[in-house]
């Protein structure tokens, strides 16, 4: 039948940034992907404020910056937060920090209806098989690995697919998840509520800032402040927990009354209306979003971004770690494909990365909600957790910029590209001199020589070419594995 012909070797659940991403860095390397969407895009989502790992390495890494400078996003310098004991707002930059050179010092605030749709089209353009109104209902096991997905296509017509990797990166509301087994743990401390709207006429911080995203804490939570164009201002209130009741109601009037109560916010949309009609026009609430599962993968079966854990809306890291996680899952899935036999060396190396990234983030932001502090006292605990040797003020700049991984990756992902590509070229003259094999044969033995040379240590002739990132020839845990030489496999660091 029809059905039998759906083979693919990877399958995507979700088209949002992690779900595009993973699908468009394994159709990079040949393989045939299908991705499953279950909304038409373009569709609303929340998460506008980026940081400048996501613009200036992963999506780099995708080839979109060109489509990203064109779609005229605003420009996001860094941050203005009235937090902690200092009653004045204050500002940090992402170029104070030597890790983003200075074209990557600028990431972007996005209304994520046009930034999923350029990530989506491109994946499709990158040769993935995009298909929007279809949803998944569950996943095909067989003798206990997943092997594929039950979908319902536009019409409502069921199918079965099968793939050798399954990639549920269906975000934070959808159950497939559960499908890898273990719980998801909610966060005890980060229990907080989102009650959120988007205004026009809203006031903008001084030049240069007027891009920056601004948070104001008050009494009962804080507010995020993001420029989405001149005109246009994302706005959401954070309550705790504890204020379930009072959003529960009129959403409209639970909104003004915590506005009233936040006076920098008031001020600032003193001579704003809110928008009432279009995607823009609703007043949303999101909770329950704070959470990390008990396993990441299986199996044939990976989780990324939402799907896998996200923290809190504040410092913006969501689109980041589910970017990045969709870049080592791709990782993984890309050794996996090619050997199997490297499955679970490759999946546990995702995992582990992923939960440093995540515990960093956690960890921070745990601190960070203590209001009683100078952020003097904020930028110490980012350099505690990190571990870092920069300055305190440097350390948290890199931290709440997605930097704090050693992924050349993601703080500079141009001259990654460069120096890996000559690397590379190196790599395979190395590797050709002593061939003389004609055609296929040629290409298959050049391959398996350069895995071996590589194996072999050769790397260290190319270290040499890789210079600055060299600290990714050091596994971040033991017995753990690095990126490859093209940045889209995992290896085996030289014994
Ligand atoms: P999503 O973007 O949720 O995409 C998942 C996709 O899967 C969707 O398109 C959905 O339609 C599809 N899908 C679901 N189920 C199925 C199914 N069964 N079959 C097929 N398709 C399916 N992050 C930031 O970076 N900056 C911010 O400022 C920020 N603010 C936030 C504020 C709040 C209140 C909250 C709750 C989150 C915020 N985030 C922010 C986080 C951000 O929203 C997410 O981390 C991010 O969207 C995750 O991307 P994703 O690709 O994992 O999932």
Redesign the pocket.
């Known amino acids: 039948s029809a059905e039998n012909a759906l083979e693919y070797d990877v399958i995507v659940?979700?088209?949002?940034?992690?779900?595009?991403?993973t699908a468009a860095l394994v159709a990079m390397q040949g393989h045939n992907v299908l991705l499953?969407?279950?909304?038409q895009?373009p569709?609303y989502?929340?998460?506008?404020?980026?940081?400048p790992s996501?613009v200036h390495g992963i999506c780099q890494l995708l080839g979109v910056s060109e489509e990203l400078r064109e779609a005229g996003f605003m420009p996001k310098r860094g941050g203005t937060f009235r937090w902690g004991s200092n009653p004045e707002p204050w500002t940090f930059s992402f170029s104070i920090s030597s890790k983003f050179s200075t074209e990557a010092s600028t990431a972007y605030?996005v209304e994520?209806m046009k930034f999923?749709q350029i990530l989506l089209d491109n994946a499709r353009r990158k040769g993935v098989e995009v298909r929007e109104r279809?949803?998944?209902?569950d996943v095909v096991e067989d003798d206990g690995r997943v092997c594929g997905v039950h979908?319902t296509d536009a019409d409502g017509v069921r199918h079965t697919a099968r793939s050798r990797y399954l990639v549920d990166?269906?975000?934070?509301?959808?159950?497939?998840h559960q499908r890898v087994g273990g719980k998801r743990l909610y966060s005890e401390f980060f229990r907080n509520i989102?009650l959120?709207g988007y205004y026009t006429g809203g006031k903008r911080l001084p030049a240069p800032n007027q891009g920056n995203?601004l948070a104001a804490a008050f009494d009962s939570g804080w507010f995020?402040y993001?420029p989405l164009t001149d005109e246009l201002t994302?706005v959401?209130a954070?309550v705790r927990q504890a204020e379930l009741e009072r959003v529960q109601g009129d959403r409209e009037k639970a909104l003004s009354k915590l506005i009233d109560e936040c006076p920098l916010i008031a001020e600032y949309l003193a001579d704003a209306q809110r928008v009432t009609d279009g995607p823009y026009g609703e007043i949303r609430i999101?909770?329950d979003?704070s959470y990390s599962k008990e396993a990441f993968w299986r199996p044939g079966m990976v989780l990324?971004?939402?799907?896998?854990c996200?923290i809190?809306?504040v410092?913006?890291?969501?689109?980041?770690?589910?970017?990045y996680?969709?870049m080592m899952a791709a990782r993984s899935i890309n050794t996996s494909l090619r050997d199997q036999t490297q499955e679970t060396a490759a999946f546990e190396e995702y995992e582990a990365r992923y939960r440093k990234e995540y515990a960093l983030f956690h960890d921070f932001l745990v601190a960070f909600y203590d209001m009683h502090q100078h952020e003097d006292s904020y930028f110490w605990n980012a350099k505690k957790v990190t571990n870092n040797t920069a300055s305190e003020l440097e350390s948290f700049v890199e931290l709440v910029g997605g930097g704090a991984s050693n992924e050349g990756a993601l703080v500079d992902a141009g001259s990654y590209l460069t120096e890996r590509a000559s690397a590379f070229e190196e790599l395979s003259q190395i590797v050709q001199r002593p061939v003389h094999v004609e055609g296929e044969d040629r290409n298959l033995l050049q391959a398996s020589l350069a895995r071996s040379v590589v194996k072999a240590g050769a790397r260290i002739q190319v270290q040499a070419v890789i210079g600055e990132n060299a600290d990714e020839q050091t596994p971040v845990r033991p017995g753990g594995l690095i990126p490859s030489l093209d940045g889209m496999h995992w290896t085996w660091p030289a014994a």
């Open positions: 659940v979700g088209g949002g940034p992690a779900g595009s991403t499953l969407e279950k909304e895009f569709r989502q929340i998460g506008e404020s980026l940081l996501t605030q994520r999923d279809t949803s998944v209902t979908f990166a269906s975000g934070h509301k959808s159950r497939i989102a959120f995203i995020w993001i994302s959401g954070v999101r909770k979003y990324t971004g939402d799907a896998a996200f809190d809306p410092f913006s890291s969501g689109v980041h770690l589910a970017t996680s969709a």
